[in-house]
């Protein structure tokens, strides 16, 4: 049972709703404090380290989110629920992508609250829980699931976070290794200094060492003044290198160096600057093979490959879908401002049963589409598989193996989005968030033959 004897702080301005949450609080067994302003509120939190924190968005001497972000650096580990008025939606999504483990709306419902802290307030289960996997119950960061898998990468990110080790995640597109990477700098020392993110696959090779390290004012055409690179933004905080392994070999040689001796110097420059910065990496392509093809180095691997992280695809981690679909579903009617929508037994197997090529952005997105098309309190299965454009036989009311039915889905679900690009083998790619090379993989295990036609 959830703790209710804990002491919730509740921070808002409004005399109203302060007694009523007090009221409420009370009945459940909590113990309270109360604070109408930013600089009480913090005090109060110092000084007596509550359970939670009901936090307005709107306080007369600051905005709920500086305050969130404050409680989050002085204890990572509490979960801070919400309150926001009739408006104010759009910054409760914000709260909630920095940190906040949920929101509730004004006039604050007793059933709502009591929901919300039966879920942040649950006790560790036997064994205990890491402050990160505290954090990914208040699905922080984005990180949600229960899965031995995922407490593995609780468990790593707590142990690499407070050290200046090099990370390297690794793991398929849309798996969530951005999430990782911003888990590991805020719950690091370097948390109040910048995390930087620089995607090496999304700038044209010309560029890169710019955007990397700067430049000077005429180093190059268009170069109309000077203009610091990533590593002196992120100078005493973090630098996360998105898809490294579509790196040029020759921005590889000189990121070495910066690793090997801690300077910088931007193009068009004869002097090197120090910087002080944590490097995590990540990718999606497997560097072993790409230092076998002449195209990754072998020395930078080793640099950046201290300590590795690999992030499970939703296939391996499947008992955490119902929870990642819930807490996307939540999230997306707030963000689009509809009444909060669940999912029926039926759609939540039938979740359970994709393949999900594109791992949890897939997910996301396809949450997103239901509560835009769906008008019902309850999504069902059928809904699911409208929002996926599935015939209705691509699913069997009856019963086979898990396994079995899996392929079987699959098989299905491939067939229908090459029927649906005229065979296309690279737009199905594209849309079930996969390499090529992947999709004729998959069609070989599944005895699907490639179409005599198909396009590039």
């Given at each position: ?39 009480e509120g913090l005090r109060l939190f110092a000084d007596k ?408």
């Amino acid at each position: 049972m959830p703790d209710s004897g804990s002491l919730v702080l509740v921070i808002d301005d409004d005399d109203a709703v302060r007694k009523t949450c007090v009221e409420f609080l009370r009945a459940r067994g909590n113990r309270t404090l109360v604070a109408a302003s930013v600089g009480e509120g913090l005090r109060l939190f110092a000084d007596k380290r509550p359970a939670a924190v009901l936090l307005d968005l709107k306080l007369p001497d600051g905005t709920g989110i500086d305050v969130l972000r404050e409680l989050q650096r002085q204890a990572p580990g509490t979960p801070v629920v919400m309150v926001s008025g009739y408006g104010s939606l759009d910054e409760a999504v914000e709260a909630m992508r920095v940190g906040a483990a949920d929101f509730i709306e004004k006039p604050v419902s007793r059933e709502r609250l009591f929901a919300v802290l039966d879920r942040v307030l649950a006790p560790p289960r036997v064994g205990g829980e890491t402050d990160v996997e505290r954090i990914a119950d208040g699905a922080r960061y984005g990180m949600v699931g229960r899965s031995e898998a995922m407490r593995r990468i609780y468990q790593l990110v707590e142990m690499a976070a407070p050290t200046k080790c090099r990370v390297f995640i690794t793991g398929e597109s849309g798996t969530g290794k951005e999430l990782i990477a911003r888990a590991i700098h805020a719950l690091s020392p370097r948390r109040d200094r910048p995390f930087i993110e620089l995607n090496c696959a999304a700038i044209p090779s010309e560029l890169i060492e710019s955007e990397m390290f700067g430049h000077l004012k005429g180093a190059f055409t268009g170069a109309v003044g000077d203009r610091k690179g990533k590593f002196e933004v992120a100078d005493g905080g973090t630098l996360f290198l998105d898809e490294i392994g579509d790196m040029s070999l020759m921005t590889q040689a000189k990121l070495l160096r910066v690793l090997q001796e801690g300077i910088v110097m931007p193009v068009g420059s004869s002097e090197s600057r120090p910087v002080d910065v944590r490097i995590l990496a990540a990718t999606s392509k497997n560097l072993l093979e790409e230092i076998a093809a002449g195209t990754f180095r072998e020395d930078l691997y080793h640099r950046i490959n201290v300590l590795t992280i690999a992030v499970p695809p939703m296939r391996a981690r499947r008992e955490d879908i119902s929870e990642l679909a819930e807490h996307f579903l939540r999230l997306a009617s707030v963000e689009n401002g509809v009444k909060p929508k669940r999912l029926s037994s039926r759609a939540v197997d039938l979740l359970v049963q994709m393949p999900w090529p594109g791992n949890v952005r897939e997910l996301r997105n396809l949450m997103e589409r239901l509560v835009v098309l769906v008008g019902k309190d309850v999504v069902g299965h059928e809904d699911v598989m409208a929002a996926l454009h599935m015939p209705s036989g691509a699913v069997s009311d009856g019963a086979l193996p898990l396994r079995q039915a899996r392929a079987r889905f699959e098989r299905e679900y491939i067939l229908h989005r090459l029927t649906a690009n005229k065979g296309n083998l690279g737009e199905t790619a594209r849309d079930l968030g996969i390499e090529r090379t992947n999709l004729y993989r998959k069609m070989k295990q599944l005895g699907i033959r490639p179409p005599s036609r198909s396009r590039a």
